[in-house]
């Protein structure tokens, strides 16, 4: 059974970067049918799909268009997890954050707990 | 990036009443990869459908999808008091992924 068990602070000042972590069990980050993926919610953007990060022979990272500039997705063999770094952040990056699998099949199978990160002074 | 737009927004029925729940692509979601997620208050969605049609592990048979292209629904037969969440629609087809707004059913 995949687990995913997301870390990290939940409250980041303006300007700063927002970094959670996603620790796996039962899978592997550098699995070659799997992706890993960070996803965000908030009750202005709905379900906010962010990025990825994969394995195919070598690392591969997909971002969404709105946060390509400032965000990067990380994956840690040593540790069998994945982060995600969120630079320059403003009050509207304010969301519950979510790890998440897409495994063989294609969808968003596995979900970590979600985080309430909240972006404030 | 591929827009997805559900309906309704909120739907209000009673137990063992049939539900149905759309979600429309701004385009053509390849390969049909479409999936529904439910949500409950205070937890992580969880993956009901995918393929547009294909039930995920553990997910009881009152729930179907069906559709192509652009137009999909999902079906709930006949709801349980449990069945009361948020549904969302993705598509995995194309990069960015895109998810629904959301569509509410709740008790009447």
């Known amino acids: 059974q995949v687990q995913l068990q997301q870390s990290g602070p939940g409250l980041v000042k303006p300007w700063q970067t927002l970094s959670l972590t996603c620790a796996i069990s039962g899978d592997s980050v550098s699995s070659d049918s799997a992706t890993w993926n960070w996803i965000r919610q908030s009750p202005s953007r709905g379900l906010e799909w962010l990025g990825r990060?994969?394995?195919?022979?070598?690392?591969?990272?997909d971002y969404t268009t709105s946060v390509k500039s400032r965000i990067t997705i990380t994956p840690d063999t040593s540790k069998n997890q994945f982060s995600l770094q969120l630079n320059s952040v403003t009050p509207e990056d304010t969301a519950i954050y979510y790890c998440a699998r897409r495994g063989a099949t294609g969808p968003l199978d596995y979900w970590g707990q979600g985080a309430l990160v909240t972006v404030s002074s | 990036e591929i827009v997805l737009t559900q309906s309704p927004g909120t739907l209000s029925l009673s137990p063992g009443e049939r539900a149905t729940l759309s979600c429309r692509a701004s385009q053509s979601v390849n390969g049909n990869y479409l999936a529904w997620y439910q949500q409950k208050p205070g937890q992580a969605p969880r993956l009901l459908m995918y393929g547009a049609s294909s039930r995920a592990t553990g997910i009881p048979d009152r729930f179907s999808g069906s559709g192509s292209g652009t137009d999909f629904t999902l079906t709930i037969s006949r709801l349980e008091p449990e069945d009361f969440a948020v549904y969302y629609c993705?598509?995995?087809?194309?990069?960015?992924?895109?998810f629904g707004q959301g569509t509410k059913v709740e008790i009447k």
């Open positions: 990060t994969y394995y195919r022979s070598k690392w591969y990272n």
């Open positions: 993705q598509q995995y087809g194309s990069t960015p992924r895109t």
